[in-house]
Nanobody
Framework: QVQLVVAGGGLVQAGGSLRLSCAASGRIFSINRMGWFRQAPGTQRELVATITSGGSTNYADSVKGRFTISRDNAKNTVYLQMNSLKPEDTAVYYC?????????WGQGTQVTVSS
């Protein structure tokens, strides 16, 4: 069984920073793409950023230049550094990973940005 455990999140003022991490554990043979999604109340879950095993990244236009996704393959962990946070970044953030050719989701973590 594979688990994704998310850490980070919380309450921050606009302009502040937060860092999320997501660690995969269990019987892991390979991890392909890892990423972060978010869902605000009353909206659909949307992609924030993804990173391949080779380090290629992709970002939603709304976070480009402010968020940075990275990963430590040795630790099976993906990170999301969020800078210059805005109230519209408020959402539940979810980790996603392709592990052993299956897709897994971590538990959500609340990020709240106050104005």
């Amino acid at each position: 069984q594979v688990q994704l455990v998310v850490a980070g999140g919380g309450l921050v003022q606009a302009g502040g920073s937060l860092r999320l991490s997501c660690a995969a554990s269990g019987r892991i043979f390979s991890i392909n793409r890892m990423g972060w999604f978010r869902q605000a109340p009353g909206t659909q879950r949307e992609l924030v950023a993804t990173i391949t095993s080779g380090g290629s990244t992709n970002y939603a236009d709304s976070v480009k230049g402010r968020f940075t996704i990275s990963r430590d393959n040795a630790k099976n962990t993906v990170y999301l550094q969020m800078n210059s946070l805005k109230p519209e970044d408020t959402a539940v953030y979810y980790c996603n990973a392709g592990v052993n050719s299956l897709t897994y989701w971590g538990q959500g973590t609340q990020v709240t940005v106050s104005s």
